[in-house]
C-alpha cells in the first residue's frame, strides 16, 4: 500500500469524519483497496459506522466491489441486517448478480440469520432473484428452514419469501424440499405456512 492508501484507511479506522471530508474533497480514487481487498467503502461498512458509509457513497464509492473473501458493502450490508446501509446500496446501484463466497446473494444470509427488516426491503423489489440457488444448494427459503431455528423471525421470514412468489418446489442436493426440511424438525408454524402456498399451486 502506498501512503495515500494507509492514510484513508487510518482516517477510517479511527472513525474520524472530519479527515474523511477532507480526503474526498481532494477527488481521490474511491475503489484503492488495501491488503485485505478492501476499499474504503468496504472497511466503513465492516465497521458498521453509517456517517462515513454515507459520505462515501455520495461521492460515488462502488457498492458491489468486493474484497478478499467476495464481500462487498452490499453484500455485507445485507448479511449483517444492516437495513439503512442496504437501502443506500440499492439507492446506490447494488447489482444483483454479483455474489459472496459461498456464491450466494445478500438475501440468503439475511433469510438465515433472521434479519427480518432487511429481508422485507430486498423483496420489495421485485427483480430481486428471490430464487438464486448458492454452492451449498440452498434458496434464501431452504437456507431459513434448513439453518433457522423455527423462531418467529424465521416464520416471518418464511412468510414474506411465500408472499413475494418465491418457489418452494425448489429441493437441496439430496432432493429435500423446505417443506420436507420444516416437517424433520418440527416447525409447526412453517409447515402451516409452505402447506397453505403448497395447495394454491
Known amino acids: ?10 482516517i477510517i479506522a479511527r472513525q474520524d469524519i472530519p479527515g474523511l471530508e477532507l480526503w474526498l474533497a ?12 478492501e476499499t474504503p467503502l468496504m472497511a466503513a461498512t465492516y465497521l458498521n459506522h453509517l456517517p462515513m458509509v454515507k459520505l462515501l457513497i455520495a461521492a460515488g464509492a462502488n457498492v458491489n466491489a468486493q474484497d478478499s473473501m467476495l ?14 446501509m442496504v437501502k443506500l446500496c440499492v439507492k446506490s446501484g447494488a447489482d444483483y448478480t454479483v455474489f459472496n463466497r459461498y456464491n450466494g ?8 440469520k433472521g434479519h427480518v427488516a432487511v429481508v422485507a426491503e430486498l423483496l420489495k423489489d421485485k427483480k ?4 438464486h440457488i448458492n454452492r451449498l444448494g440452498w434458496t434464501a427459503l431452504l437456507e ?16 414474506l419469501l411465500v408472499d413475494a412468489g418465491c418457489d418452494i418446489s ?5 432432493g429435500i424440499t423446505s417443506l420436507e426440511h420444516a416437517k424433520k424438525k418440527n416447525f409447526k408454524e ?3 405456512i409452505l402447506e397453505k402456498a403448497a395447495a394454491k399451486k
Open 105 to 112: 446473494s445478500a438475501l440468503i444470509p439475511a433469510c438465515e
Open 170 to 174: 425448489i429441493k437441496d442436493k439430496d
Open 190 to 192: 412453517i409447515i402451516t
Open 128 to 131: 430481486y432473484p428471490i430464487d
Open 26 to 37: 481532494k477527488k481521490p480514487d474511491l475503489e484503492l483497496k488495501n491488503k485485505k481487498g
Open 144 to 159: 431459513a428452514v434448513i439453518l433457522g431455528d423455527g423462531g418467529a423471525k424465521q416464520v416471518e421470514i418464511v412468510q
Open 1 to 10: 500500500m502506498t501512503s495515500n492508501t494507509t492514510e484513508i484507511f487510518q
Open 71 to 84: 464481500n462487498s458493502p452490499f453484500l455485507y450490508a445485507g448479511a449483517s441486517g444492516y437495513l439503512e
